[in-house]
């Protein structure tokens, strides 16, 4: 995989809220205790079943009050403005949303004839208040559906790629491509639905979410299909390559955070129906459906199987 040079960085699609506090109100993530590394992975494990929750699954019990841009997008856009601003971790990712937008405003009218409408990313470190409430960093990249808003600490990738086993490059993109695969969602009015089922029949609330994230997965591998051909605001492509190396890895990344390998690395037993996620088979089956057809209309979950 490789950005373009010359591809504009937009960072007015990022609010920058690392360093501006929003630890008042946090809510603590609740990881068992333990001793050793068995500790640290069971932690990991909790933090990432309920990481990229798609329509605020997860959050909805939180209050709070959604905060606004911090004082870190001015700083953000001088240093996505220099030379060396592809060696710059926020800056790659300012550059990832960029991409999935710029696909979203075209696939969206395109394949189901509704207008994309925006949304923010933002970054932040430790905690974070939201429209759906206060969220500490463990529950991993979310979108929020009350503020329609995609929330990152990047410090997560490190997490991912040290302790996860999911360490290429590529992972960060299918993150954010999966993200806004939630946001996607919310627009065309699937989440609100899902919600609506989710409080008639209690007891497939589950099985409902799973195909809430299996389906952003495949809208993520449309993206991927499609992400050679996206460009910034001057028509400058935002990436000049993606190999059959960064799928395997966006494919080696929807593994590693299946619910089952989940309740492998963290010791406990295998429990489909606690499943909120999807295995890792059926979450590589559906990024590489959306990947190999690279149209979001496949991604019917709830009509398609699983």
Same mark, same amino acid.
């Given at each position: 995989?490789?950005?373009?040079?010359?591809?504009?960085?937009?960072?007015s699609?990022?609010?920058?809220?690392?360093?501006?506090?929003?630890?008042?109100?946090?809510?603590?993530?609740?990881? &068992?205790?333990?001793?050793?590394?068995?500790?640290?992975?069971? *932690?990991?494990?909790?933090?990432?079943?309920?990481?990229l929750?798609?329509?605020?699954?997860g959050?909805?019990?939180?209050?709070g009050?959604?905060?606004? $841009?911090?004082?870190?997008?001015? *700083?953000? !856009?001088?240093?996505?403005?220099?030379?060396?601003?592809?060696?710059?971790?926020d800056?790659?990712?300012?550059?990832?949303?960029?991409?999935?937008?710029?696909?979203?405003?075209?696939?969206?009218?395109?394949?189901?004839?509704?207008?994309?409408? $925006?949304?923010?990313?933002? %970054?932040?470190? +430790?905690?974070?208040?939201?429209?759906?409430?206060?969220?500490?960093?463990?529950?991993? $990249? %979310?979108?929020? &559906?009350?503020?329609?808003?995609?929330?990152?600490?990047?410090?997560?990738?490190?997490?991912?790629?040290?302790q @996860?086993?999911?360490?290429?490059?590529?992972?960060?993109?299918?993150?954010?491509?999966?993200?806004?695969?939630?946001?996607?969602?919310?627009?065309?009015?699937?989440?609100? !639905?899902?919600?609506?089922?989710?409080?008639?029949?209690?007891? =497939?609330?589950n099985?409902?979410?799973?195909?809430?994230? @299996?389906?952003?997965?495949?809208?993520? /591998?449309?993206?991927?299909?499609?992400?050679?051909?996206?460009?910034?605001?001057?028509?400058?492509?935002?990436?000049?390559?993606?190999?059959?190396?960064?799928?395997?890895?966006?494919?080696?990344? =929807?593994?590693?955070?299946?619910?089952?390998?989940?309740? +492998?690395?963290? /010791?406990?037993?295998? !429990?489909?129906?606690? %499943?909120?996620? /999807?295995?890792?088979?059926?979450? +590589?089956?559906?990024?590489?459906?959306?990947?190999?057809?690279?149209? &979001?209309?496949?991604?019917?979950? %709830?009509?398609?199987?699983?």
């Amino acid at each position: 995989m490789k950005l373009n040079r010359r591809a504009r960085i937009d960072t007015s699609q990022i609010q920058d809220r690392r360093g501006a506090g929003g630890g008042l109100g946090r809510v603590p993530i609740p990881i &068992p205790t333990g001793g050793g590394g068995r500790g640290t992975l069971i *932690a990991v494990a909790v933090a990432l079943l309920i990481t990229l929750v798609g329509g605020g699954l997860g959050l909805n019990a939180l209050t709070g009050e959604s905060g606004g $841009p911090g004082a870190g997008d001015q *700083a953000l !856009e001088q240093r996505c403005a220099a030379d060396d601003a592809l060696s710059q971790l926020d800056c790659r990712n300012t550059l990832y949303v960029n991409s999935v937008q710029a696909y979203w405003r075209a696939a969206l009218p395109q394949h189901f004839g509704e207008q994309y409408r $925006p949304a923010d990313t933002v %970054f932040f470190e +430790q905690a974070v208040n939201t429209g759906c409430g206060a969220a500490d960093s463990g529950v991993g $990249p %979310f979108y929020c &559906p009350a503020d329609q808003q995609v929330y990152i600490d990047l410090s997560f990738y490190r997490v991912l790629a040290e302790q @996860l086993g999911a360490p290429g490059e590529f992972a960060q993109p299918y993150v954010v491509a999966h993200e806004y695969g939630h946001h996607v969602q919310t627009l065309l009015g699937i989440s609100d !639905e899902v919600r609506r089922q989710q409080q008639r029949d209690p007891g =497939a609330a589950n099985e409902l979410s799973v195909l809430m994230e @299996l389906q952003a997965d495949c809208f993520a /591998g449309a993206w991927a299909r499609n992400a050679i051909g996206t460009a910034d605001e001057t028509g400058q492509r935002i990436f000049t390559s993606i190999t059959d190396q960064d799928i395997q890895e966006g494919l080696d990344t =929807a593994a590693a955070i299946g619910d089952d390998s989940i309740a +492998q690395r963290s /010791g406990n037993p295998v !429990e489909p129906s606690q %499943f909120t996620h /999807g295995t890792s088979a059926q979450r +590589q089956e559906w990024f590489g459906r959306g990947y190999q057809s690279g149209d &979001p209309t496949v991604c019917d979950t %709830f009509g398609g199987g699983r």
